[in-house]
């Protein structure tokens, strides 16, 4: 499976970026998907997950409120919206997807196999 994202870019602060992860060599509608982000100097982190089919959806604690995680399994694709961003969203964005994901592992990157390069967001205060 490879996954691409796309989206990204430079943002004013309270502003909004829609961003997309498609996938290519597999369906993705048998895949469980993750975004993740990582700011310079600092570790990977968890920002949202969405199960195969859409039923089930997780956001951290940082984008909750902002931020929403849909996917069009006829697209191949999933998307992360995120509103009223902040300058400490920034970071490099990458999507990631398993196609064995159990309850209570959505947010560890460590249970993804397949990952995105990534995409720069930047938000400017």
């Known amino acids: 499976v490879q996954l691409v994202e796309s989206g990204g870019g430079l943002v004013q602060a309270g502003g909004s970026l829609s961003l997309a992860c498609t996938a290519s060599?597999?369906?993705?509608?048998?895949?469980?998907v993750g975004w993740f982000r990582q700011a310079p100097g600092t570790e990977r982190e968890f920002v949202a997950a969405?199960?195969?089919?859409?039923?089930?959806?997780y956001l951290s604690d940082s984008v909750m409120g902002r931020a929403t995680i849909t996917r069009d399994n006829a697209k191949n694709t999933v998307y992360l919206q995120m509103n009223s961003l902040k300058p400490e969203d920034t970071a490099v964005y990458y999507c990631?997807?398993?196609?064995?994901?159990?309850?209570?592992?959505?947010?560890?990157?460590?249970?993804?196999?397949?990952w995105g390069p990534g995409t720069q967001v930047t938000v400017s205060s």
């Open positions: 990631a997807a398993d196609s064995v994901m159990s309850l209570g592992y959505y947010s560890d990157s460590g249970r993804y196999e397949y």
């Open positions: 969405i199960s195969w089919n859409g039923g089930m959806k």
């Open positions: 060599g597999r369906a993705l509608s048998s895949l469980a």
